[in-house]
């Protein structure tokens, strides 16, 4: 890739011909008018709490904002919580009772939320969704996984099966020192180890990984995509398996040889991010859109840099790559909103994903922030300025498309492009997140607190403080927890129960 086009990236491009070759037939909002059409009521003023994981939300006179009420007929009153903290605020506006019109939650599995579905305090959808066709074009696998007793009281905020947090790796820094790219774990740490000796762009305190969601190193050694692993018709708690301690002091070396922050634990994502654009790490783990966002920023100081994907890693359980769950968080509307005002929330959230709404949550006004140069999309610093993209306007309309996660606003074509391959290969070894939507109720009560111990535990084995031999007792104790193996009898249960419906 010549630098020339990594400087001026602001040609940023994106294939789009299934979003064009559908903008017109799919535009409108369900069983909802569009604006235009003779009809002169009112806009109807809705309130929604959402997130944010931008630097700044769009305001209320964000032209986009005004663009999305001109074409749905609407005012728009949305309060945007950063992501840092939105978990907080929700749960004081969950206790609180006093409810906007649509609220964001991060699944159906959110306790109170679930208590509060029990007590009728929010709508069934299930008998409207049909009339809003854009939205019930997501996979069906995506609306099965978020029901509740059989019916649906949310919309998914969709995202693509693919694409998600990977790990990434600056190729410049392995062609610089002749390394090979690495595709198992005990590869990815002779190179951590080369990085931190050669420091490769000359930083003291180089080290080879930030530990940003290290998760994934145990998902990689026990093959499975969250906490629960499928087998034979089952589900397993991965915290019990061998696997699982291997990668807790796989871990711990990279602490004990300084590849990783002394700090790790209580780094917040800035941090990270800091770590990674500044030249002192060479392994990280990001989105792959999220990850152009830093390299742009990052090509300002130094037009060298390449932070290459990973498609795959292995420790002993083959190729490894984890699906995303096809969401991002869900909205649910209280029953106090009136019907009118609930379809008219639905018929918002359908725009939003029909192909004229999407690319409008995306890229913006065309000729404002994008011109379309045979079927892409070429966008422009206003986008930027604008706050466009998934981290805003994102959070609440977007269209289903595998190949979202491979753009961001400012990216050249050769790099979308080369991502849509990238996520092509994942998509062959991708490993589905299989506890999606189950409930435990033992798990609402009890489930933070044991998640909590579990990974304080992790943290004080791997920085020392800790022996592997509390872990081992830790989970022969959990063995042996009749609270705990509630949990796994009853997500079991609710995973056979999911079986037998499909």
């Known amino acids: 890739m010549n630098t020339g086009s990594k400087k001026h990236g602001l040609i940023a491009t994106l294939s789009v011909m299934t979003l064009l070759a559908t903008a017109c037939s799919d535009g409108g909002t369900g069983s909802e008018p569009r604006p235009g059409d003779g009809k002169t009521e009112a806009p109807m003023e809705l309130n929604i709490f959402s997130n944010f994981s931008i630097a700044q939300p769009p305001s209320p006179e964000n032209p986009v904002t005004k663009e ?50 029990k007590q009728g305090a ?59 790219m690495p595709t198992t774990l005990d590869e990815l740490y002779q190179v951590m180890k080369v990085f931190k000796e050669k420091e490769p762009d000359g930083k003291k305190d180089t080290f080879g990984y930030t530990m940003r969601t290290h998760d994934q190193i145990e998902f990689i050694y026990t093959g499975s995509s969250s906490k629960w692993k499928e087998k034979d018709g ?8 061998p696997e699982m301690r291997e990668s807790i002091l796989f871990r711990k070396k990279l602490f004990d040889e300084k590849l990783i922050p002394p700090d790790f634990s209580v780094m917040k994502n800035e941090q990270w991010v800091d770590l990674a654009t500044s030249g002192r790490v060479g392994v990280t783990t990001e989105t792959i859109e999220a990850m152009w966002r830093w390299t742009y920023d990052q090509w300002k100081r130094d037009p060298k840099v390449n932070w290459e994907p990973i498609v795959s890693l292995e420790a002993g359980a083959g190729p490894f790559q984890q699906q995303n769950s096809g969401f991002i968080g869900v909205f649910a509307i209280p029953k106090k909103v009136p019907e009118a005002k609930m379809r008219k929330l639905l018929s918002l959230l359908d725009y939003g994903a029909s192909a004229e709404g999407s690319t409008l949550s995306q890229y913006g006004i065309e000729g404002v922030h994008y011109k379309n140069e045979d079927g892409f999309f070429v966008t422009n610093e206003q986008a930027v300025k604008d706050n466009l993209g998934t981290g805003s306007f ?17 990216m050249p074509k050769e790099i979308f492009e080369k991502n849509k391959k990238i996520i092509d290969a994942k998509s062959k070894i991708s490993v589905p997140i299989r506890d999606i939507g189950l409930v435990s109720e033992t798990n609402n009560k009890l489930g933070a607190d044991y998640n909590k111990k579990i990974a304080d535990l992790k943290i004080q084995v791997i920085m020392g403080k800790a022996g592997i031999d509390a872990w081992d007792k830790f989970v022969a104790d959990l063995k042996q927890d009749p609270n705990y193996q509630k949990i796994i009898q009853e997500m079991n249960a609710a995973y056979k129960e999911r079986l037998a419906a499909k």
């Open 234 to 241: 089952g589900l397993i708690d991965i915290t019990f398996t």
């Open 122 to 180: 929010f709508w069934d959808l299930t008998p409207y969704l049909k009339d809003y066709k854009n939205l019930m074009d997501s996979p069906k696998s995506m609306w099965d996984n978020q029901k509740i007793g059989g019916k649906n009281y949310v919309v998914p905020i969709v995202r693509p099966l693919e694409g998600g947090t990977t790990f990434f790796i600056r190729k410049d820094w392995v062609e610089k020192l002749g390394l090979k």
């Open 394 to 410: 994102g959070k609440l309309f977007m269209k289903h498309d595998p190949y979202m996660y491979a753009y961001a606003p400012g």
């Open 68 to 117: 999305f009420e001109k074409r749905t007929n609407t005012k728009l009153n949305i309060t945007w919580v950063s992501d840092t903290v939105f978990d907080d605020k929700l749960n004081v506006l969950l206790a609180s009772g006093d409810l906007p019109d649509m609220i964001r939650l991060p699944s159906i599995n959110q306790a109170q939320f679930q208590t509060m579905v």
